[in-house]
């Protein structure tokens, strides 16, 4: 199953596995008056977001979490506050990310034909050849996490998935790194079950392609998460920008290599390939879907000390028909994990994980 298709439910899976793809959800408004443009339909919005192909840019996103989570050293790209990232496009495909994590950096690169991660923490750099077929590696591809970065592609998961679950509105213009544009909105319908209030897009009158989105929760009045550009130039960038050529000393693998290496070091991160992996479990549809999994037993009873203890810190025991286990919260998602080793997760109330893990093979 296309991971794309889960991205709304294993977004709250990445929260415990430490993941920065929920990190990545958002953005500060842009300053300045909104923009007088002219009248636009909701609906042709949607498709300029569904079917934008942006050109060559180079820009500066900003993201703003605002999930309630205190600074945890383990995660520090959970924690509230703003971070920032760099990302440049060809226009054609090849494209870098700068993802700064504290006193490191993660540079991705995709040449066209290989992409490049490179950590500068521990000199590691993952390679990810383009398959024979000529298509691209899979959803787990060293670039996942800069694409996460990248607004216009958020949206058009976002959009994708929820729209036909959605009352879609306009509401007014917005300027967005000094440019104008519209704020498209998707309401989830009255029938979903779900966290999330609105979803606002801004959409780039001219360019058509979305700059800034910001998610809202029941019961606030802040975005609970943003990511969006605070900075964007438009046009061909320099070439080099996507080449790669691996640092002296570093040490290179492949995707597959690293992610059997890094399960047998954290076993806790069995959970987020878990619920990521090829073929997660998915149930309903729309704004409440919850993806789940079951956690391999010798993973369960490998998970360090440490790592359980930051587990309990952030979680609640509960019980009910299906079992025990212990629940996780944040403002836009909500992971339920078994004692027996099954996890759902999802932009839901924690009622809606406990009526559906019974179903969890």
């Known amino acids: 199953m296309n991971n794309r298709k889960v991205t709304l439910a294993a977004a709250a899976a990445g929260v415990v596995a430490g993941a920065a793809g929920l990190g990545l959800l958002a953005m500060p408004a842009g300053a300045g008056q909104p923009p007088t443009l002219p009248d636009v339909s909701a609906e042709s919005l949607v498709e ?40 440049w496009t060809d226009g054609n495909g090849r494209f870098r990310a700068a993802l700064p994590n504290g006193q490191s950096e993660q540079t991705v690169v995709h040449d066209g034909k290989t992409t490049w991660s490179w950590n500068s923490a521990d000199n590691e750099v993952t390679k990810a050849e383009r398959k024979p077929d000529g298509s691209k590696p899979d959803e787990r591809k060293p670039d996942a996490k800069a ?53 606002r897009i801004a959409v780039d009158s001219e360019l058509k392609m979305p700059l800034r989105v910001a998610v809202l929760t029941n019961g606030t009045s802040e975005p609970a998460g943003m990511v969006g550009f605070s900075e964007i130039n438009v046009g061909p960038q320099d070439p080099k920008l996507f080449e790669f050529t691996p640092p002296a000393q570093a040490k290179v693998t492949t995707p ?25 479990q ?26 359980q203890g930051l587990v309990d810190r952030f979680t609640k025991k509960v019980s009910g028909s299906w079992g025990s286990g ?34 969890v093979k």
């Open 147 to 199: 694409e996460a970065a990248n607004p216009a592609e958020a949206a058009k998961q976002v959009v994708g998935l929820t729209k036909e679950f959605s009352d879609i509105s306009v509401d007014g213009t917005a300027r967005v790194a000094n440019r104008a544009a519209y704020e498209l909105v998707l309401t989830p319908k009255a029938s979903e079950k779900t966290l999330i209030r609105e979803v």
């Open 256 to 280: 597959e290599a690293k992610e059997e290496r890094d399960r047998d070091r954290s076993p806790e991160l069995g959970l987020e390939q878990a619920l990521q992996g090829e073929n997660p």
């Open 48 to 87: 300029q977001v569904l079917t934008s192909e942006p050109g060559a840019f180079g820009g500066t996103v900003q993201v703003d979490n605002k999930l309630g989570l205190p600074s945890i050293a383990e995660i520090p790209q959970l924690a509230d506050g703003k971070h920032s990232a760099r990302i």
């Open 326 to 359: 212990k629940v996780f919260t944040t403002k836009v998602a909500t992971v339920l994990i078994a004692d027996d080793g099954r996890v759902v997760a999802g932009a839901v109330p924690e009622q809606v994980l406990f009526d559906t893990i019974g179903q």
């Open 282 to 307: 998915v149930f309903g549809t729309g704004w409440d879907t919850v993806v789940g999994a079951r956690i391999p037993a010798e993973a369960m009873s490998q998970v360090p000390a440490e790592a």
